[in-house]
């Protein structure tokens, strides 16, 4: 069997057959065509709110588009991303077929069916194959390779067909990483003008395969195998680092964390690219977190008047089966419960922590281990703990509305959004200092902060910075009201941020001032 086919679409293979419902027409399609050059992108991605969402993201997707086009009208950004069996369950219906064709990926030829959606202005394209995306979850299969192979050949395949060559393709995390890939192998000749971005969202992720699949899962040709290889195997971020144009992570100091250790061995492939990397820290969309108008809330409240806060938390209590206590410190996570968002650090001192005088609500789904030991600490500690296994936007609002204090003890945290939306909330974030927890929470204790920031990846110090929070809250309620207003008005709105990221696209062109002039890492 040929292991070296070409990866993507040869030119001719990818004839389109446009359906009478296509794309002309739309209110946006016809205004792409005269749109400035630099305005048009297309973010790459394997999941977009509120399409699906399982992190941070989806959500990130889910809110920069609208962001940049409020800060620059002339952009038009659309995104492409995979019709999951749940993304077709739950909007199907209000979309509409594009077109479909036939997407080679190696030996294979795949059909595939682009569907659209508009929302808020913004156009989503969803990419259709029943084999690869109508499944139980959106990831943890043995072919996830091939199945996010598929998805990034299928986004240079169907550009045509979808009448939008953008300007620059936005790629997102390994499992867009073999856009750019691509692009440099299979499409540098069709679209010469084409520029890609690669966004780490999380470096522990890198997409690394055995060798032996480079022809035959991803269709990458021997003479090509250089551009992948890591450490003898196929690592498909360090493709993505190499052959992007632009290199942005979520958050300044997480730019310079991978640099070194955080870089999970990618450092060394990191700092040579170094002059293309920039930092750019996340925002969150104010619209839909804004504790006024919050719907999932039982009373709305805003920095001027908390009164509503005491209800919510009464509402929470309530809700997780915990006793009704107004003055009880309530403390909440709201995470994935994996190793790198600090969950070790929780397990150690939970118990400790929960013979004090506070309440711990925990909203999570994860590794099995975590997830049963949260399970038996809600068992154990019936009147203390309350644990719902879940990933819920709903109640983790409600969780940041109702809590008093909200626990993010990472041992890495590219940017983190949690510790943004509980500010907004008014829920004091204990954080530990890395990444964009860093970036975004100061410590109260050594001036104006807006919340407890502890050093070390250490149980103790957790802990004592834990007892700190509680002491301020339950001794000191005048100077943790002030806290409590000084966090929430914090901006941690998406506007500098789009801005940084237009700034980025527009000097990536030909004619934009360089690679350096903005960056801030
Ligand atoms: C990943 C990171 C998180 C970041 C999010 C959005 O989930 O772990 O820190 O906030 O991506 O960029």
Not at 298 to 325: D, I, M, W
Request: overall charge negative.
């Amino acid at each position: 069997m040929s292991k070296t086919a070409t990866p993507a679409a040869t030119p001719k293979g990818s004839k389109s057959k446009k359906t009478t419902k296509a794309v002309t027409g739309t209110p946006a399609a016809a205004k792409s065509g005269s749109k400035a050059p630099g305005t048009r992108v297309l973010y790459a991605v394997s999941e977009v709110a509120p399409f699906l969402s399982t992190g941070g993201m989806g959500q990130v997707v889910g809110s920069l588009p609208t962001a940049l086009m409020r800060v620059d009208k002339e952009m038009d950004v659309r995104v492409i991303s995979p019709l999951y069996r749940q993304v077709r369950n739950q909007f199907g219906a209000g979309m509409t077929l594009v077109g479909s064709l036939h997407v080679p990926l190696s030996w294979r030829s795949q059909y595939c069916g682009v569907y659209m959606a508009e929302r808020d202005g913004i156009t989503y394209y969803f990419l259709d194959n029943l084999y690869y995306f109508d499944r139980e979850r959106p990831y943890g299969y043995l072919d996830d390779g091939e199945r996010f192979a598929f998805m990034s050949a299928a986004v240079l395949a169907v550009l045509e067909l979808i009448d939008f060559v953008p300007d620059i393709i936005h790629a997102h995390d390994w499992q867009s990483a073999l856009v750019p890939i691509y692009l440099k192998i299979a499409y540098s000749q069709r679209y010469p003008q084409l520029r890609t971005i690669f966004t780490i969202h999380n470096i522990e992720y890198q997409g690394r395969y055995g060798m032996e699949i480079l022809g035959d899962v991803f269709g990458i040709d021997d003479k090509d195998r250089g551009i992948v290889e890591y450490d003898g195997d196929i690592n498909l971020m360090k493709g993505a680092i190499v052959c992007c144009d632009r290199l942005t992570t979520v958050s300044p100091s997480y730019a310079e964390e991978v640099k070194g250790v955080g870089g999970f061995g990618l450092e060394g492939i990191i700092r040579q690219n170094g002059y293309k990397l920039s930092g750019i820290i996340n925002g969150i969309d104010y619209e839909i977190y804004d504790p006024e108008t919050d719907k999932v809330l039982v009373e709305g409240y805003n920095a001027l008047s908390l009164e509503g806060k005491a209800a919510n938390k009464r509402a929470l209590q309530t809700l997780f089966g915990l006793p009704v206590a107004p003055r009880t410190p309530a403390l909440c996570m709201v995470s994935r419960l994996v190793t790198h968002k600090g969950i070790d650090l929780i397990t150690t001192i939970a118990e400790t922590l929960l013979k004090d005088d506070v309440q711990l609500f925990i909203l999570g789904t994860g590794d099995h281990q975590y997830e049963l030991f949260f399970q038996d600490l809600a068992t154990l500690y019936p009147d203390k703990a309350a644990v719902s296994i879940a990933y819920n936007p709903e109640i983790s609002n409600r969780i940041f509305a109702g809590a008093d204090i909200m626990l993010m003890p990472s041992a890495s945290e590219p940017c983190g959004l949690a510790q943004m939306i509980c500010c907004r909330y008014g829920t004091i974030p204990v954080v530990r200092a890395t990444g964009g927890l860093k970036d975004s929470v100061q410590d109260c204790r050594l001036g104006d902060g807006n919340g407890f920031v502890f050093e070390d990846y250490d149980a103790e110090e957790l802990l004592s910075t834990i007892r700190q929070a509680v002491d301020l809250y339950k001794y000191r309620e005048e100077q943790w009201q002030d806290l409590v207003r000084e966090a929430m008005k914090r901006d941690f709105r998406w506007d500098l941020s789009a801005k940084a990221y237009r700034e980025l696209y527009f000097n990536l062109l030909p004619g934009g001032s360089g690679v350096s002039s903005q960056t801030n890492t």
